[in-house]
């Protein structure tokens, strides 16, 4: 009888231990399947913002109220004068979104001031380099400052904070690893003056300078949809966990009959 009451707990144990494993597993897969509705919705919502016809800038007013998940890669089109100061270069081993872009290279960010007085921070483009040659940047950027308004295309993007394996910026070459335009512009003093920074950038799609560099160009949608792929993992996991526990129950069961 104690033998049996014994069996009875281990089989009770394991099949507790098992449908709590069934049950995350099976969450999880759900979950999957849940990040890939979510994952498609926002596909197709960056698609149209990609393909939608450039609208003004947002007014200044507007500015605070702007998200990124709402607006991020919106086109717009507005005139700007970039200015005659710092710029700064982020590193980078290619792009996401840029499908003509390949490493090793930095984006050339540059503060642009509108006819209003703010300061709005612009993705120029790319800049093939492999941080070697600070020079080849600065010629580069120094053509685009022109000390005239220009009419500018690009795309509405929100700063990235740094991860923890980021490495730290270097500002002796006005380097940074993460595309903070506002941390850029309290180091290099984009914001003197009292001048107000957009708290977005914009990935510049036109005009090309002539020489061709800093590159920019438009934008598309890129993102990885491994959702379902995960879903069934994760599920085929429950059901091994089942067929395990089923396995060991008959295992278990014709043990007892031989005793």
Known sequence: MTGTAASLRRIGGLGVFTLAMVLLLVGLGMWQLQRRVEKHALIAALTERLA??????????????????????????FSATYQALSDAMVFSSGSAVRTDISGPGTWAFVPAR?????????????????????????????????????????YIRFPE???????????????????????????????????????????LEQPVP??????????????????????????????????????WLQGARRSSTVK
Request: proline fraction near 8%.
């Open 52 to 77: 939608a016809a450039p609208a003004s800038l947002p007014p200044v007013a507007q500015w605070g109220m702007l998200t990124p998940a709402r607006d991020e890669f919106r086109r717009v089109r």
């Open 114 to 154: 509108l006819e209003s007085g703010e300061t709005v921070v612009i993705n120029a483009g790319f800049v093939q380099n492999t941080m070697q040659d600070r020079g080849q940047e600065d010629r580069a950027v120094k053509p685009l400052v022109i000390g005239a308004p220009v009419r500018l295309t690009g």
């Open 161 to 203: 904070a740094a991860g923890l394996l980021t490495p730290q910026e270097n500002q002796a070459k006005r380097l940074w690893f993460a595309r903070d335009h506002l941390a850029m512009a309290r180091a290099l003093g984009w914001d003197g003056d009292g001048r107000i920074v957009a708290p977005f950038y914009i990935d």
């Open 210 to 247: 002539a020489s061709g560099t800093p590159k920019p160009g438009p934008l598309e949608v890129h993102l990885p949809d491994d959702h379902l792929q995960y879903a069934i993992t994760w599920f085929t996991l429950a059901g091994a966990v089942v067929i395990a526990f089923g396995v």
